[in-house]
């Protein structure tokens, strides 16, 4: 059982827009939440996180937002740029053990 | 480059043989863990380490598996005996206790032939 999920394989966004990636976990219990991004042939970059005490946390041009009552994050990266065409990831765990579960990625195109 | 480093970046052995990964921390870090990846999934947790104690192991590690981190400094990971569905991506990573933020290696690709 998936208990992080990423339901879009891929997502593809015109250079200069908005790209948002969503998860969903099922897990209640979790309360600490980050996002990495991964390049071919490298292993995953720490990008943002966020706990559950809050709903929303940003950095430049990256912002998470925390849905604790749907158990749904999302990850904002506005303006769109050709470096950020990576894999995504959510991960998820609890502050006692940073034990992360991840969903299965999204892959995101920016088209220029 | 002080980041985490793993070697071999790609080992290919015959089913039944063993093998051995290492991974190399960033040095300040007092956690160290081991996660495999398969494609068109997210990293799947295997077992970490804080300093030289070995604290959590996945229930999805068959005693084909063991790893160690001697001293609390490289940790290596070794498959006894390895078959086909252990050919993966195994990644190492590392963080200050305290942090989820893991600093991951490139990565050391398995395949089982």
């Known amino acids: 059982d998936q208990q992080v999920k990423q339901n879009s394989p891929s997502l593809s966004v015109q250079e200069g827009r908005i790209s948002i990636l969503n998860c969903d976990y099922t897990?209640?219990?979790?309360?600490?939440f980050l996002w990495y991004k991964k390049y071919p042939a490298e292993g995953p970059t720490f990008l943002i996180s966020?706990?559950?005490i809050k709903d929303k946390n940003e950095d430049g041009r990256f912002t998470v937002f925390l849905n604790k009552s749907a158990k749904h994050l999302s990850l904002h990266i506005v303006p769109s740029q050709p470096g950020d065409s990576a894999v995504y990831f959510c991960?998820?765990?609890?502050?006692?053990?940073?034990?992360?579960?991840w969903g299965a990625g999204t892959k995101l195109i920016i088209k220029p | 480059d002080t980041g985490v480093s793993q070697n071999p970046r790609h080992k290919i052995t015959k089913r039944g043989q063993n093998v051995t990964f290492r991974c190399d921390p960033i040095?300040?870090?007092?956690?160290l863990y081991w996660y495999r990846q398969t494609l068109g999934q997210g990293p799947e947790f295997l077992t970490y380490?804080?300093?030289?104690?070995?604290?959590?192991k996945s229930r999805l590690l068959s005693d084909r598996f063991s790893a160690e981190r001697p001293k609390g400094s490289f940790s290596t990971l070794e498959i006894q005996r390895t078959e086909q569905g252990d050919s993966a991506m195994y990644l190492c990573?590392?963080?200050?206790?305290?942090?989820?933020?893991?600093?991951f290696g490139e990565g050391s690709r398995l395949t089982v032939l």
């Open positions: 990573a590392s963080s200050r206790q305290g942090t989820g933020e893991l600093f």
């Open positions: 040095s300040e870090h007092n956690r």
């Open positions: 380490f804080q300093n030289e104690a070995q604290l959590e």
């Open positions: 897990n209640s219990m979790f309360d600490y």
């Open positions: 966020i706990s559950s």
């Open positions: 991960a998820a765990s609890l502050y006692s053990n940073y034990q992360l579960i």
